[in-house]
C-alpha cells in the first residue's frame, strides 16, 4: 500500500505564497488519486483539491479556486498544492491523502491512505 509524506507548511503572512509537497512511496503512484485536505483547528477536516491520476481530472473546492493549483509528477511520485494570495482563513493543518478509484473522490471517508499532516499558518 502507499505511504504519503506531506512537507512545506510554514507560517506565512497574508497574501504570501506557499506551495506543499506530498512524496509517495511503497506503492505504484499512478495507480492513485490524490487530494489535498485541511482542518482548521476545532473545525472538520475538508477537502481542498483532488486530482486523478493522469491529472486530466481536477477538483477545487470553491474557498481556494482560483488561489491553489493542484498538480502531479508521476515520475516523482510527488503531490503538489500552489498556494497563492494566502489568507488567515486558510489557516490550517493540511493533509495528504490517496487512494484507488475511476472516480475523483472529494470526501473524507473515501480515501484510506493519509499522511500526518503539515501545519500553514497565515498571520494578518
Known amino acids: 500500500q502507499v505511504q504519503v509524506v506531506e512537507s512545506g507548511g510554514g507560517l506565512v503572512q497574508a497574501g504570501d505564497s506557499l506551495r506543499l509537497s506530498c512524496a509517495a512511496s511503497?506503492?505504484?503512484?499512478?495507480?492513485?488519486?490524490m487530494a489535498w485536505f485541511r482542518q482548521a483547528p476545532g473545525k472538520e477536516r475538508k477537502i481542498v483539491a483532488a486530482?486523478?491520476?493522469?491529472?486530466?481530472?481536477?477538483y477545487g473546492a470553491d474557498s481556494v479556486k482560483g488561489r491553489f493549483t493542484i498538480s502531479r509528477d508521476n515520475a516523482k511520485s510527488t503531490v503538489y498544492l500552489q498556494m497563492n494570495s494566502l489568507e488567515p482563513e486558510d489557516t490550517a493543518v493540511y493533509y495528504c491523502?490517496?487512494?484507488?478509484?475511476?472516480?475523483?473522490?472529494?470526501?473524507?471517508?473515501?480515501?484510506?491512505?493519509w499522511g500526518q499532516g503539515t501545519e500553514v499558518t497565515v498571520s494578518s
Open positions: 511503497g506503492g505504484t503512484f499512478s495507480d492513485y488519486n
Open positions: 486530482i486523478n491520476w493522469n491529472g486530466n481530472n481536477i
Open positions: 491523502a490517496a487512494d484507488r478509484g475511476i472516480r475523483l473522490f472529494t470526501t473524507v471517508r473515501q480515501y484510506r491512505y
